[in-house]
């Protein structure tokens, strides 16, 4: 599957992006936000693995790309048993962050989502983030998403550091009302 507006596109990972994929993961730097300021220290089959059960399952791993440019990835877990999609968003290659990237590339996810037949049971996204993600809260209100608020129960990082973490949803009313 791609999804392609103008220089940006969202594809579906294959094989070939494992590599890529695993020295995202693998470096602390791409990865601290989400917890492994180590990286996941993930050997190359497991990121095949991977790869290869979603590409067999409903959900998505996409990789984001730029100009024919990969340059970081996407998840979206589909429950359409309870009607939500869950969904993730890294721009791995510190060179194409901070140009507002990701503004184009959660559009077009919402698009996809909400109006995708395939997907017409889901009337909701829901992500997360890390409280200390200023950066990550700013941009999911800016995009429309709501904060439910903060977890109470804290989880802990790879170095055993308290952390807690902020939910936002996005309803399917809220996307048809929302400017664009």
């Known amino acids: 599957m791609l999804i392609r507006k103008g220089d940006f596109a969202i594809r579906e990972a294959t094989i070939e992006d494992a590599k890529q994929l695993n020295i995202w993961w693998n470096d602390g730097r791409v990865m601290a936000h989400a917890g492994f300021p180590n990286g996941l220290k993930q050997e190359i089959s497991k990121t095949i693995d991977l790869i290869d059960y979603y590409n067999k399952s409903t959900s998505y791993l996409f990789v984001l790309v730029k100009d024919e440019i990969s340059i970081g990835e996407m998840s979206a877990r589909v429950n359409k048993e309870d009607g939500f999609v869950e969904v993730g968003i890294k721009i791995c290659d510190f060179a194409y962050q901070d140009k507002g990237y990701g503004k184009n590339y959660m559009s077009m996810l919402l698009d996809f989502i909400f109006t995708n037949k395939d997907l017409e049971a ?14 990550a809260r700013h941009f999911y209100e800016k995009m429309g998403f709501t904060c439910l608020g903060v977890n109470s129960k804290p ?3 790879q170095l055993g550091e308290e ?16 400017e664009k």
């Open 155 to 157: 989880w802990f990082n």
């Open 122 to 135: 889901i009337d909701m996204i829901k992500l997360d983030t890390s409280v200390s993600n200023l950066r």
């Open 163 to 178: 952390q807690f973490s902020v939910d936002f949803v996005m309803t399917r009313e809220n996307f048809l009302k929302r």
